[in-house]
């Protein structure tokens, strides 16, 4: 690159580093094809992670998200950098720290361990938020490296991280604050630290678990089989600190839905409970369980636990109006839409056409006409009505209105080209 080109530039960074807690006691035991075996199987892992969010481009046969986008993998050290907006970088640097960690509790490496009763070999990892320096150095004149003090401190996070009590995530405070302020569902715990080379205290925070349920941040965690989830409920027994695994399996096993995994799924549940009372995802979750079984009312009870606690979940809110319904209880259902928000200023449309969907069901448990033609008008001309698995039983008693056969010819419609387009994709 020409020279007049090459020049510096002052970004704020995402700065994720990552290591395996305690990697010298392999190195130190193993045979050095076993040593070679182990960091392979750890940088696949890497690897592949970077594939479910990078893309990869075939000129420069490199990964990337974006053109700002920076890594290096070493050894058993994963260094990386995203340079766009701070909260979409922050999630996803959880996304990957969280991805990277569960396909490598079920690395062969770390399924050997588990199957002879050990604790897997787990990462650590240090995230950090702050202005850094792209500039070309005589040691690479290809293309920019990152340099400054904040690299400097995610590395020594990272160190710290492998002392943690739960998911050996730490975030600095600037990181910390970049969640908060985009109200990310994630529950922290707090660190007060002496870093190497560094004056005074560092305020640290350690994740605890991320809501998969309430609004905030999704994490996409990667597909797991049967085989994996029953590794990940070893590992459990092994581990009982990390809520964020308990979370996960509990989850999982919630959506296979056979008796015994549901049983499961309540055991660790109620575990979850005794260590977290005030947890409302696990609060939650009792509810989805309670639902399953049919027991709606204590469904009910617990959905409002829920609110109760945390009054924006909405997951929470239209589960239990959901169920309301179901126990046929529609003014009360009615009430608690009507005393929230309307459906029409929501803020996010695919939560909006679950609330449509709600009105124009509990509307026509009340055989109120009108107003279930108008939530089914709105209904049919939305253009996230593929995202509903949508029932026509509960307005059979408008089946001989001409009005709403157009409508349901329309709905139906517009569902099956949904389907047809889909399978296309």
Known sequence: MPEETKTIKIVEAAILFGDIVNCAEVSNNASLEDYNKFISQFQEVAVNTFQQYLIFDKRNRRYQLHKNFFYTLKG???????????????????????????????????????????????????????????????????????????????????????????????????????????????????????????????????????????????????????????????????????????????????????????????????????LEPKLVDGLFLLGEIYEFQNKLAEAVDQYDRVLALLPDFDAARLALIGCLLKLQRPEEALTRLLTYKNPADYPLDYLEIEYKELYAKAYAQLQNREQTLTYLTSLAEDPLLRLISFDFQPFQFLQDDPTYQELENTIRQRLEESNLSWLAD
């Open 76 to 274: 058993d050290e994963l260094f990386l950098i995203l340079l766009t907006t701070p909260a979409a970088d922050l999630k996803t640097l959880l996304s990957m720290a969280l991805h990277l960690k569960i396909k490598w509790l079920l690395s062969p490496f770390n399924r050997t361990r588990v199957n002879i009763g050990q604790s897997p070999k787990d990462v650590g990892i240090g995230i950090n938020f702050g202005k850094i320096v792209m500039g070309w150095h005589p040691g690479n004149k290809e293309f920019p490296t990152p340099e400054g003090f904040q690299i400097n401190l995610a590395k020594r996070i990272e160190s710290e991280s492998r002392q943690g009590s739960h998911s050996k995530i730490y975030l600095s405070h600037s990181a910390y604050r970049v969640c908060r302020r985009a109200h990310f569902r994630v529950d922290f715990e707090p660190k007060e630290t002496i870093l190497k080379g560094f004056e005074g205290i560092t305020y640290l925070y350690e994740l605890k678990h991320i809501s998969q349920i309430a609004l905030g941040v999704t994490i996409r965690y990667p597909v797991i089989d049967d085989v994996e989830l029953g590794y990940l409920e070893k590992i459990i027994d092994l581990t009982p600190h990390d809520l964020w695994l308990r979370l996960l399996v509990a989850e999982k096993l919630l959506a296979a839905g056979s008796a015994a995994q549901i049983d499961r799924a309540y055991q660790y549940i109620e575990e979850l409970l005794d």
